[in-house]
T-cell receptor, first 113, second 114 residues
Framework: SQTIHQWPATLVQPVGSPLSLECTVE??????LYWYRQAAGRGLQLLFY??????ISSEVPQNLSASRPQDRQFILSSKKLLLSDSGFYLC????????????FGSGTRLTVV | QKEVEQNSGPLSVPEGAIASLNCTYSDRGSQSFFWYRQYSGKSPELIMS????GDKEDGRFTAQLNKASQYVSLLIRDSQPSDSATYLC??????????????FGTGTLLAVQP
């Protein structure tokens, strides 16, 4: 069966510090991968998605970047965090076809102080 | 701008009652529709998917789809306090091909009163 791992679960970082969140998927190959952010009391905002190694699409201009160095690894990064980067970050995967829902990781709660 | 709209709630129902959650979407090209449940502080969990007009039942959950009205709903029968959560409606972006992008609503908070 397929599983998705995301870490760390919680993170408190000072403004201006770097960020690296990692997500890995097991039990499938060539998945679509997604990074979402959910601000407190808000909906899910799609940040990046990837259909293959090295292929990254950005949905909104922001202080973040994403990379996919391996088929089942997706990394979210920032060189300098802002207060507005605080939120609940979710990684998700899906098969490469229409009509399939996403499976989400357990999420990382990031607080920038 | 493709949108999915939900009433934020809270929707309060007594234990044992039917909870009705509604969602409208703007993209007429959408073909796949999903309901996710998100407990406070947790990640969303897929509970229902529907692709054709009409009803789809799974246990206490029934999803209803009306593409002509661009309307999706979720009925929860015999509501339990453990059903208290935020329910997110998600709709695939029409003509998106292999990217399979989903557009999420902001969710409806359901509170089941014991």
């Amino acid at each position: 069966s397929q599983t998705i791992h995301q870490w760390p679960a919680t993170l408190v970082q000072p403004v201006g510090s770097p960020l690296s969140l990692e997500c890995t998927v097991e039990g499938t190959s060539n998945p679509n991968l997604y990074w979402y952010r959910q601000a407190a009391g808000r909906g899910l905002q799609l940040l990046f998605y990837s259909v293959g190694i090295g292929q990254i699409s950005s949905e909104v201009p922001q202080n973040l970047s994403a990379s996919r160095p391996q088929d089942r690894q997706f990394i979210l990064s920032s060189k300098k965090l802002l207060l507005s980067d605080s939120g609940f970050y979710l990684c998700a995967w899906s098969v490469k076809s229409l009509g399939y829902g996403y499976t989400f990781g357990s999420g990382t709660r990031l607080t920038v102080v | 701008q493709k949108e999915v709209e939900q009433n934020s709630g809270p929707l309060s129902v007594p234990e044992g009652a039917i909870a009705s959650l509604n969602c409208t979407y703007s993209d007429r090209g959408s073909q796949s529709f999903f309901w996710y449940r998100q407990y406070s502080g947790k990640s969303p969990e897929l509970i229902m998917s529907i692709y054709s007009n009409g009803d789809k039942e799974d246990g206490r959950f029934t999803a209803q789809l009306n593409k002509a009205s661009q309307y999706v709903s979720l009925l929860i029968r015999d509501s339990q306090p453990s059903d208290s959560a935020t329910y997110l409606c998600a709709v695939n972006e029409g003509y998106g091909g292999a990217t399979n992008k989903l557009i999420f609503g902001t969710g409806t908070l359901l509170a089941v009163q014991p």
